[in-house]
Each structure stands twice: as structure tokens, then as C-alpha cells.
């Protein structure tokens, strides 16, 4: 071979590898359609599968079918400023969406029509780009759900060319511009202000009006986002921290459950979307959406993780994967977003995600919860009935190591989760070993309750029954409570309302749960050069340290509420104090608190700042320097900012606190209390907390 001919060759071959690196880096120019969640064949398998009755496919549509967004009769509410209200908006989408399925599968062109209505409705409506609260940013879910809605619809021969037209004109003229700008600029915001999930579902938006307009520019601008763009929504920062094992750490794992698990829905339709063009975003560096879904899914079944502390530009400093099991909480079940990713990486790729796969199968079949996940994903995503038996497992085996904790109007329960499980039966007695009456029954994976309809002093037996698709198991050993009224407070303890208050406060005290004390409190706050707060304190001389679990809290007001313990060098309301609470920015905020002269301003250091109940505060005085901590455990203990310095020698005056920063009061349960230290009545050292 000459070396002409080697030279040419040459040339060729690297010609030959840019195409190929361009063809599995950007997008082909020609689009599928349909193409955007789902292709003609997935419908077309969604329809004969139904048609046959075949498990688990017809599971799902059941509740497709009887849910109110898929019915025909829905009728949209449509506003030339979409911003107006993003939710209805996005309600609306997603009727059309479940509409134009329900066409497809079952052939009755009425839900078709239906859902040709709701999309005509909006693009015929909207003459601007939407503005309102959160616009730019989360308007992308909506869009993002018209977008796939319409090209299920592009299928439908009565949906006029005009009208479709009209509709994608919609999309790229006014909604396309919100997206883009959002992506851009982020409401000049710094840039990992935004959780991940905003970035995703604009991200989503304009990689499915890609594909529904045939706009290879802004399909390829979605595609470059989430691989390098500069906010969250790059999957690299929307999954920060690769674990060994092969967990990926979610981004908003230590905001909450359900942001994260609405990001990782998001990210997976992204991939879905790709995928339908050809562009295998799921396998993009290393499978790192399968890191990050099994990593939040075996959270979410209730199993340890590894955590790294996240923080960004504002300082959010997430010490600790956020458990907190009220709506937004670890065990909810709540997004219907598992079988897409299972269905792709388990069935379709072979790949090993047991946590995925057992997330599904406790979810199966999957419904519909939430207008930010589009659902009924074992309808739509399920390959082979062999791969997705439902249902899933047999009847739970009966749940372990329940154990019951008496407080004051309320007993908290806990046992040991049931693998196969996807909710419990919470049944009570006042009789040892029953008859038992079934307190409660709940969907979700969290292993724990919280009783509150009881009567103090009466002591209640109790058993739990693990359920799923299957059955219902045999009942838990029993674990029994009482819980405690309260009454005064323990020797060396004192209430007092400090500086202005609307309301009195008051504070009860019960010797359970290594020492329980309910503070009441209005008061004008804690900050400034003056506080207004109820107080439940003890005097000490010299070093101290207090760690208080905040058990339970509520919430009756706006503002700077705040809730925690306290130093204090007086009980004057401008005295020298330190502080650790939550209760600022949503009732979530925990912030270090520090007032070094009387009279001077409080200054505060950021601590975890989504800190809900129950978490654990501690406060340590050594000489004049006094150091906050946050823990999520009693056992793994964050400092809190830097410690600081402040002019306290003599007697101080340590404990609980309450302000509302109105006339309404606030109630704060605290328990596990410790306060160690020189008890200036006692002159010795002490640790205390209840009395024998």
C-alpha cells in the first residue's frame, strides 16, 4: 500500500469515527413519530395486551380508565397567560395525555376528540409567554405534558393540520422562550440556587418539543444541558456523589423524598424520550441514571445509604438524607415512576437493579398520584408479563421488632420494615393480646406510626400486619404504652414568658421518653436586639451543654417562627444569648443564633436548612465560647457554623424555647433532654434530666 493510499485510508477511517461519535452524540435530523414517551410500537403492545386481558397491563388501565383526567367529559380551562396557573395548566396537559391513551388502546374516537379539545383550548388561548409565580422554571412540567400528549394525538386523522400547526406554534413561540430563558438565566439567580428537578423539567420540555416539532436545534439544546450545562440540571450535578455499590446520591436527597423522586422521574422521561430517537441517554456515563434510581429507591424501601453532606450557593448544608415521613417523607410510594426504569435496564438491558426491581414490584401496578409524573407506567412501559408478574410476591411475611414509645398524648410506634411490603395495618387493644381494632391502614414503605388518639394514663397494646398485592400477614409480636400527662416540671425547672409576647405561654412536663416537656409560646421572636418568647429554663454555673430531641412541632403562624434550645446570659429580653432553632424560611430552617452584647444584634449562621421534626439540637458553653450541633439521630452529631464567642461567665440560663412572632401560640414537644453542668442550686456536677 502506498503511502497515499495509507494516508487516504487514514483519513477516511477518522472521518468515519467523527460521524459516528456525532451520530451517538447529537440526534439524527429525521424524527420517529410517534416518538415522544412512547412509539407506535409501545402503543400498539398497550393495545393488544388490553385487548387480551393480559396481566399486568390491564391492572393499570383499570385505573386509568375510572381516574378523572382520562375521562371524556373533562373540560380544560384554558388562559392566554398559561402562568396564570401552572397547575392547571399542567392538570389540563395531563388530561389530554390520558385522554389520547385511552383513545389509542381502546379505538373510541370520543376521549381522541376529547383530548384534541383541551390541546385546541390552549393553543388557540395562549398569546404570550407565560409569567407568574415560579415562571420562568417549573412551567416546563406542563409544557413538557402538552408535548407528549400532542404527539400521541398526531396520530388522530380528525386533529386538522391547522389546528396541529396552531398547537406547535403555541410551543415554540411562547412556551419554547420560558424554557429557554429559564435554562439560560435562571432568574439571575446563582447557579445551583435551583434544585435539579427545575433544570429537568425544562430540560424535558424542550428535548419533547424537539421531537414534536421536528426542531433538531432544541432537541440538541436539551441534550447538551443535561451533559454540560452549567445548573443542576447536568447529570452530573443532579447526581453529585457515586457511592460504592453503584449508588448514585440524588441531588435533593437531603431536601425531601419527593422532590427527589420527582427528579429522578423527570430525568428518567428524558431518557425515555431519547431513547425513542434513537440516543441512548440511558447508558450516558457509566448508567448514572440506574445509580441514581437505585440509590433513591433503596432508600425508599426503607434500607441505609451512604451520604455525603450537599450544599450550594445558598448555603442549604444537607447534613443527612431527609427521612421526615409527613407527605413530603421517606416510604411514600408517591410518584408512579419505577416500571419505566425497570422495564428499560432490568428487562430490556439485562443490567442488575434490585432496588428498582423491588420498587416496582411493590408499586405495581403502577396508578397515578400526581400531576408532575404522567403514571400508569405498567400500562405503558411493561415488555413481558414473565418480568412484571403481578402480583409481585406472595403475602408479606408478619413485620418484626415493633416497639412502642409513650409521650404525652401520643405513642410512637416503630418495627422493622417487610421487604415485599407496600403498607401496613396498625391495629390497637386495651387489653393485652387483643381483640385487636384496626387503628389505621396505609400505603407506603416507612415502618412507623404516630398515635394521637389516645388517653393519657390508659395503657394500649399494639400488633402490625404487613400488606401488599398478595395478602395481608400474620400479626407482629405485641408492644405495649402509656402515655403520660404532663404536669409540673421537675426540680430546678422554670417557665417564663421573656420580653413581648401576645399570648402567655406555659410549659408540662411527663416523665417518659428520658424527660418530655410540652413548651407553649407566642412572643414577638428571637433575633434582633430584643427577644419575645416562652421559656422553659434551668440556672447553671459555669460549662454546660443541653441536647434536646424537638420531637414534634406546630405551626400557627407566618414569619420568623422559631422553636429550639437556648443560652442565655439573663432573663432580660435584649440579654447576651446563643440559640439553636428551626422554624425560619417554611418551617424548616435551622439556624445557630449568637447576640454577644446586650442589646446588640442577633446574628445567625445557617445550619441544615430543611430541617424538620423530629431532629435532634445541642448547644456547648466552655468557658465563653459556645458551639451549636444538628443531628438527624442523637448519634451523629454536624457543627453548626463556626463556634463563637460571647461575654457569659457566672450563672447562665440554659433551655427550651418557643416564639410564633405572633399572638398565636406555638407547641413544640421535646424529649431525650440532657443538660450537664454546675446546678447553681446544687453546686455540683449533674446530669439530669428526670427525676428517679
Known amino acids: 500500500m502506498t503511502k497515499q493510499s495509507l494516508a487516504m485510508n487514514q483519513t477516511k477511517a477518522i472521518l468515519f469515527l467523527l460521524l459516528l461519535f456525532y451520530s451517538v452524540t447529537t440526534t439524527a435530523q429525521t424524527f420517529v413519530h410517534p416518538g415522544g414517551l412512547h412509539t407506535q410500537a409501545d402503543l400498539d403492545r398497550m393495545k393488544t395486551q388490553v385487548a387480551a386481558g393480559a396481566h399486568p397491563w390491564i391492572d393499570s388501565w383499570n385505573a386509568l380508565t375510572v381516574h378523572p383526567k382520562a375521562q371524556n367529559t373533562y373540560t380544560p380551562a384554558a388562559q392566554a397567560n398559561m402562568g396564570v396557573s401552572r397547575q392547571r395548566a399542567s392538570a389540563d396537559a395531563v388530561a389530554a395525555y390520558l385522554n389520547a391513551l385511552r383513545w389509542y388502546i381502546s379505538g373510541d374516537t370520543s376521549y381522541a376528540a376529547c383530548s384534541r379539545k383541551i390541546l385546541n383550548a390552549w393553543a388557540y388561548a395562549v398569546n ?366 422554670v417557665h417564663q414568658d421573656i420580653g413581648t409576647v401576645a399570648t402567655a405561654g406555659n410549659t408540662g412536663y411527663a416523665n417518659v421518653n428520658k424527660g418530655t416537656f410540652i413548651v407553649k409560646g407566642s412572643g414577638a421572636g428571637i433575633g434582633g436586639a430584643a427577644d419575645g418568647l416562652s421559656y422553659a429554663y434551668r440556672s447553671i454555673t459555669g460549662d454546660v451543654t443541653i441536647t434536646a430531641r424537638l420531637a414534634a412541632a406546630t405551626w400557627n403562624g407566618g414569619g420568623s417562627q422559631k422553636t429550639g434550645i437556648m443560652i442565655r446570659g439573663s432573663l432580660a429580653a435584649d440579654a447576651i444569648a446563643c440559640s439553636m432553632t428551626t422554624g425560619d424560611g417554611g418551617v424548616r430552617e435551622a439556624r445557630f443564633g449568637s447576640r454577644s452584647a446586650a442589646g446588640g444584634a442577633m446574628n445567625f449562621q445557617t445550619g441544615n436548612a430543611y430541617t424538620r421534626a423530629p431532629t435532634w439540637f445541642r448547644l456547648k458553653k466552655a468557658g465563653n465560647t459556645v458551639t451549636a450541633y444538628q443531628s438527624t439521630d442523637g448519634q451523629t452529631w454536624f457543627t453548626v457554623g463556626t463556634p463563637v464567642t460571647v461575654p457569659m461567665s457566672g450563672t447562665c440560663y440554659v433551655g427550651l424555647v418557643v416564639a410564633s412572632n405572633n399572638a398565636n401560640l406555638n407547641t413544640t414537644t421535646f424529649d431525650n433532654i440532657s443538660v450537664t453542668g454546675n446546678s447553681n442550686k446544687q453546686k455540683n456536677k449533674v446530669s439530669m434530666l428526670t427525676p428517679k
Open 128 to 493: 404570550q409567554v407565560p409569567s407568574g409565580q415560579d415562571i420562568p422554571g417549573l412551567m416546563g412540567i406542563a409544557v413538557y405534558e402538552f408535548a407528549v400528549a400532542a404527539e400521541i394525538l398526531r396520530l388522530y386523522p380528525n386533529w386538522s393540520s391547522a389546528d396541529f400547526n396552531r398547537f406547535k406554534n403555541m410551543m415554540t413561540t411562547y412556551l419554547y422562550p420560558n424554557c429557554h430563558d429559564f435554562l439560560t438565566r435562571h432568574n439571575n439567580t446563582c447557579i445551583t440556587h435551583y434544585w435539579a428537578n427545575w433544570d429537568l423539567c425544562n430540560i424535558t420540555a424542550i428535548l419533547s418539543m424537539g421531537v414534536l416539532c421536528d426542531d433538531a436545534a432544541k432537541f440538541n439544546e436539551a441534550i447538551t444541558y443535561l451533559k454540560s450545562g452549567a445548573g443542576n440540571g447536568n447529570i452530573t450535578k443532579t447526581i453529585p456523589f457515586i457511592h460504592p455499590g453503584g449508588l448514585g446520591q440524588w441531588q435533593e436527597t437531603g431536601r425531601d423524598q419527593e422532590h427527589a423522586l420527582l427528579g429522578v422521574g423527570m430525568l428518567a422521561s428524558i431518557c425515555q424520550i431519547a431513547w425513542n430517537q434513537g440516543l441512548d441517554l440511558y447508558g450516558y456515563d457509566d448508567n448514572r441514571l440506574l445509580k441514581g434510581a437505585e440509590y433513591t429507591a433503596k432508600y425508599n424501601l426503607w434500607k441505609d445509604v451512604p451520604y455525603t453532606t450537599y450544599n450550594n450557593c445558598d448555603n442549604v448544608q444537607n447534613y443527612w438524607a431527609s427521612e421526615q415521613y409527613a407527605f413530603w417523607g421517606r416510604g411514600r410510594l408517591q410518584r408512579p415512576i419505577w416500571e419505566m426504569i425497570y422495564n428499560h435496564y432490568v428487562v430490556r438491558k439485562g443490567l442488575s437493579a434490585p432496588n428498582v426491581k423491588a420498587m416496582a414490584a411493590v408499586n405495581r401496578p403502577e396508578g397515578f398520584v400526581h400531576d408532575d409524573n404522567l403514571g400508569f407506567g405498567t400500562l405503558c412501559y411493561t415488555l413481558t408479563a414473565a418480568a412484571s408478574p403481578y402480583p409481585s410476591s406472595p403475602a408479606p411475611a408478619a413485620p418484626g421488632g415493633l416497639g412502642a414509645t409513650a409521650s404525652v398524648g401520643k405513642v410512637w410506634l416503630r418495627w422493622l420494615p417487610v421487604a415485599t411490603a407496600n403498607g401496613y395495618n396498625v391495629l390497637r387493644s386495651t387489653t393485652s393480646s387483643g381483640p385487636y381494632t384496626t387503628i389505621a391502614t396505609y400505603r407506603g414503605t416507612y415502618p412507623l406510626y404516630e398515635d394521637t388518639s389516645v388517653t393519657n394514663g390508659t395503657t394500649y397494646y399494639y400488633a402490625v400486619s404487613a400488606i401488599n398485592q398478595a395478602g395481608t400477614s400474620n400479626h407482629s409480636a405485641q408492644a405495649s404504652a402509656t402515655p403520660t400527662a404532663a404536669g409540673a416540671l421537675p426540680a430546678g425547672w
